[in-house]
């Protein structure tokens, strides 16, 4: 009998660390946040850069104030949404099974991917060349929605693969790391300057 027990959890141990070696413990690489936030945040002097480069041009202030204030919107919008996808995914993982969490992750970045292509058509559209505005050539980003957006559900998904492995207190503390000021964007008003 006691054979019996000891093979178990010889054979338990075994599968514990075979598993964690496949999976290469993929989940504490949630680095994608931080690089996602510094492309956003890398856009707004760009677009102004753009549009003081119209203003000069033109003789007219007023284009890179009504700019600023039409990008602090769009910008804005873009900000709470990444706010909550991040709050979502990390509930997706918390309150669900893999299973679920996966169909939860998903609806959640589409709706993250389709408020990236609409700021991203929105600054494309401001600053593409424009004979009428006199500019020389377009401005380049950084910021392709659909690689981000595809990059970020495979961090997602090692994460929860990852959380999966976890007790609820080690889950809870790194799943909230996701929320920290480090992955929070930057004010509008402190990019605009």
């Given at each position: 009998m006691k054979r019996y027990n000891l093979l178990i959890v010889l054979l338990l141990l075994i599968f514990n660390v075979t598993t964690a070696q496949k999976k290469k413990?993929?989940?504490?690489?949630?680095?994608i946040l931080k690089d996602t936030k510094s492309k956003i945040e890398a856009t707004v002097p760009l677009v102004i850069q753009h549009l003081q480069a119209i203003a000069t041009k033109e003789g007219d202030n007023n284009i890179v104030i009504n700019g600023k204030t039409a990008l602090g919107k769009e910008y804005g919008i873009l900000?709470?949404?990444w706010f909550l996808y991040r709050n979502n995914m990390k509930n997706c993982i918390m309150n669900n099974s893999s299973k679920k969490a996966k169909k939860c992750m998903e609806y959640h970045t589409q709706y993250l991917r389709n408020t990236f292509i609409n700021y991203s058509n929105y600054i494309s559209n401001l600053t593409r060349k424009n004979g009428y505005l006199g500019?020389?050539?377009?401005t380049k980003f950084e910021f392709k929605p659909a690689d981000i957006a595809t990059k970020l559900t495979e961090a997602?998904?090692?994460a929860n693969d990852a959380a999966g492995r976890m007790k609820a207190d080690q889950k809870r503390e790194f799943l909230?790391?996701?929320?920290?000021?480090?992955?929070k964007l930057a004010p509008y008003a402190q990019?605009?300057?």
């Open positions: 413990s993929p989940a504490a690489d949630l680095s900000e709470s949404e500019v020389e050539g377009d997602y998904f090692n909230g790391t996701t929320m920290s000021d480090d992955n990019l605009a300057q």
